[in-house]
């Protein structure tokens, strides 16, 4: 079964880093676009950020632009996002996701997109 597992997350003191991986368990998944959403209690999934594998366009949410990164390694089936800078308010389960759909790029800001899902890792940024 194909699947998607996160790794990576824990608890960081506000302005640390953390590293989140996430594994794709079947080779097809290289040719899908990756999304990283977030959540967190009593609130909506939020987009946090994409990278299609055609031409490996990348998008990110407002709230995360200049600090998160992502980035995949395609030999090893694994997407990527590095936050730097993190705050209080980047609290949250986080997503990982996939997709085989390739065209406008708002889509990839909607969950509604993505068709496989991990089963989310914690981020706590509390000093």
């Known amino acids: 079964q194909d699947q998607l597992v996160e790794s990576g997350g824990g608890s960081v003191q506000p302005g640390g880093s953390l590293r989140l991986s996430c594994t794709a368990s079947?080779?097809?998944?290289?040719?899908?676009?990756f999304g990283w959403f977030r959540q967190a209690p009593g609130k909506e999934r939020e987009f946090v950020a994409a990278?299609?594998?055609?031409?490996?366009?990348?998008y990110y949410g407002d709230s995360v632009k200049g600090r998160f990164t992502i980035s995949r390694d395609s030999a090893r089936n694994v997407v990527f996002l590095q936050m730097n800078s993190l705050k209080r308010e980047d609290t949250a389960v986080y997503y990982c996701?996939?997709?085989?759909?390739?065209?406008?790029?708002?889509?990839?800001?909607?969950?509604?997109?993505?068709?496989?899902w991990g089963q989310g890792t914690q981020v706590t940024v509390s000093s």
């Open positions: 990278q299609t594998w055609i031409g490996d366009s990348v």
């Open positions: 079947a080779p097809t998944f290289r040719r899908y676009t």
């Open positions: 996701a996939a997709t085989t759909f390739n065209g406008d790029s708002s889509y990839y800001y909607q969950a509604r997109t993505y068709a496989f």
